[in-house]
Structures are given as structure tokens and as C-alpha cells.
């Protein structure tokens, strides 16, 4: 069971370049997450989908598009990638938010580098 | 905004002692949630304690929660080097509606335990 994947694991883009992110989860989970995590500053919430098709912002979603075309998919884009947009970005999913099947479910992780 | 503070920022123990870290949050909350993260992974769920619970045990892990003083505190007893990583506690906040599972993180805790 591979849980949550992201890809790719290391990029480092030039200023202006433009990209995506995958995240990939085989739990049959409705709920995706995009996070960013800064030194210092713990995760902050990006965008995020409640089922497929569905996205929503979260606390800092400027310079960033995604999309959920398929359940298990939920896709970050950098359009002009920024300095500021350097960091780590995590990807989770959960299965329910309530009852007992609340907690999210991490990928490992995409360490981001704009020059 | 940071909806979570974590203190300390470090802490740096025997192996065999316990660890305790303190989270206090700003809002009313649905849950509130502490995950372990090892070096350069993804974060790992330890465990979830609802609002109108006080106190919940998982093996060496206790939380405890305060919601009149919206503090939360994770204890690990019995230490071991294993458990050194980095400890984050987030909240699923109760904003009028439904917060559909996005989760504010503290900037966490770093926890060395030495052999």
C-alpha cells in the first residue's frame, strides 16, 4: 500500500519557470491538501479538495493553481515561479472529517529550489 | 497565521526520561492533532484528541487537552534515541461551518534524545 506519493522528490527551477506537482493516493481518500513547510514557520495550507473536481484556498494560495480531475489525483502548478515559492511542499489526504478516520495522511515530501 | 505555538522549540533528553511539549492554539477547535516528522520526511499521524475529550493514551504517548485555556500538552515517556524528531500539534478549527479537515500547524517542537 503506497499511501500518498509525490513526485517529483527534488526540482530547482529558474525564476519564471512554471511547473507541476503530483500527488498520487490509493486509499480511495475524498479529502487532498496542498502544504508548504518554511524553516520556522510549520506547515501553512495552500489549496485544498473536498472530492473530485472540487478545489478550494487555503491560507496562502497566491502564485499557485491546482486541480482534482481524478479522485485519487491532486495536482499543484507553479505558473511563474517565484524566490518566495522556495520550499518544502507536502501533500496529505484524509479519509473522513469526522467520526474516528480523521487524520490526514502525508507523502514525503517535494523539496522546491526557485534561482 | 499561525494558529499554533509550540514550546519549547527544542528540547534535548536521556534516552529512558520523558519528553513533554506544550501547544496553545487561538481559536475554538473541532480536534487537535500531533504528528512526528523524522529529518527530510513526511509528517506521521500520532494522535487525535476532540474537543470534548480531556486527556487520550496511545502506548507511550499522552495528550491532554485544556480548552478553556485552548493548550494542549503531548507527553512521551520512557524515551528512546528513535524518538528523536521533529513534534507538531495542529488544529482543525471550529469556524462556523464545516473546515472540511484543513489543519493550522504549530511551528513544532525538535526533540533530541540522546543515547
Known amino acids: 500500500n503506497a499511501g500518498v506519493t509525490q513526485t517529483p522528490k527534488f526540482r530547482v527551477l529558474k525564476t519564471g519557470q512554471s511547473m507541476t506537482l503530483l500527488c498520487a493516493q490509493d486509499?480511495?481518500?475524498?479529502?487532498m491538501y496542498w502544504y508548504r513547510q518554511d524553516p520556522g514557520m510549520g506547515l501553512r495550507l495552500i489549496h485544498y479538495?473536498?472530492?473530485?473536481?472540487?478545489?478550494a484556498k487555503g491560507e496562502v494560495p497566491d502564485g499557485y493553481n491546482v486541480s482534482r480531475l481524478k479522485k485519487q489525483n491532486f495536482l499543484l502548478g507553479l505558473e511563474s515561479a517565484a524566490p518566495s515559492q522556495t520550499s518544502v511542499y507536502f501533500c496529505?489526504?484524509?479519509?473522513?472529517?469526522?467520526?474516528?478516520?480523521?487524520?490526514?495522511?502525508f507523502g514525503q515530501g517535494t523539496r522546491l529550489t526557485v534561482v | 497565521s499561525q494558529q499554533g505555538e509550540e514550546d519549547p522549540q527544542a528540547l534535548s533528553i536521556q534516552e529512558g526520561e520523558n519528553a513533554t511539549m506544550n501547544c496553545s492554539y487561538k481559536?475554538?477547535?473541532?480536534?487537535l492533532q500531533w504528528y512526528r516528522q523524522n529529518s527530510g520526511r513526511g509528517l506521521v499521524h500520532l494522535i487525535l484528541?476532540?474537543?470534548?475529550?480531556r486527556e487520550k493514551h496511545s502506548g507511550r504517548l499522552r495528550v491532554t487537552l485544556d480548552t478553556s485555556k485552548k493548550s494542549s500538552s503531548l507527553l512521551i515517556t520512557a524515551s528512546r534515541a528513535a524518538d528523536t524528531a521533529s513534534y507538531f500539534c495542529?488544529?482543525?478549527?471550529?469556524?462556523?461551518?464545516?473546515?472540511?479537515?484543513?489543519?493550522?500547524f504549530g511551528q513544532g517542537t525538535i526533540l533530541t534524545v540522546h543515547p
Open positions: 484528541i476532540r474537543s470534548n475529550e
Open positions: 495542529a488544529t482543525d478549527a471550529l469556524a462556523g461551518g464545516t473546515s472540511y479537515g484543513k489543519l493550522t
Open positions: 496529505a489526504s484524509s479519509y473522513s472529517i469526522t467520526g474516528e478516520n480523521t487524520e490526514a495522511f
Open positions: 481559536t475554538s477547535i473541532n480536534n
Open positions: 486509499m480511495n481518500h475524498e479529502y
Open positions: 479538495s473536498v472530492g473530485e473536481g472540487t478545489t
